[in-house]
Nanobody, 123 residues
Framework: QVQLVESGGGLVQAGDSLRLSCAAS????????MGWFRQAPGKEREFVGV??????TYADSVKGRFTISRDNAKNTIYLQMNNLQPEDTAIYYC??????????????????WGQGTQVTVSS
């Protein structure tokens, strides 16, 4: 089976950093886009960033603070989050696509999702 397992969330103070991990199994995703999304209570799940090949794209709200990296040997992607702010508080999800086409900032093009990991940032 295909499975994405996220880890690395936690409770931090504003200005702190966290690195989230998403380990995929059951299929190699090195050739496909993988993205990060987040969802706060009562809000729609929103795009954070996506990686494909050597290219990363980020939402304006996190650009300059968050960085996606990938270790293809481990079939794992990471989200390095620096200078976290209270508005970053959300459940963070990783997602994998099996297509090279589509709007990669939209949830509907992703085929697999992780269980989510909670990130809470106190002021």
């Amino acid at each position: 089976q295909v499975q994405l397992v996220e880890s690395g969330g936690g409770l931090v103070q504003a200005g702190d950093s966290l690195r989230l991990s998403c380990a995929a199994s059951g299929r190699a995703f090195s050739r496909y886009p993988m993205g990060w999304f987040r969802q706060a209570p009562g809000k729609e799940r929103e795009f954070v960033g996506v990686n494909w090949s050597t290219t990363n794209t980020y939402a304006d709200s996190v650009k300059g603070r968050f960085t996606i990296s990938r270790d293809n040997a481990k079939n794992t992607i990471y989200l390095q989050m620096n200078n976290l702010q209270p508005e970053d508080t959300a459940i963070y999800y990783c997602a994998a696509s099996t297509s090279y086409r589509g709007r990669f900032d939209h949830t509907e093009i992703y085929d697999y999702w992780g269980q989510g990991t909670q990130v809470t940032v106190s002021s």
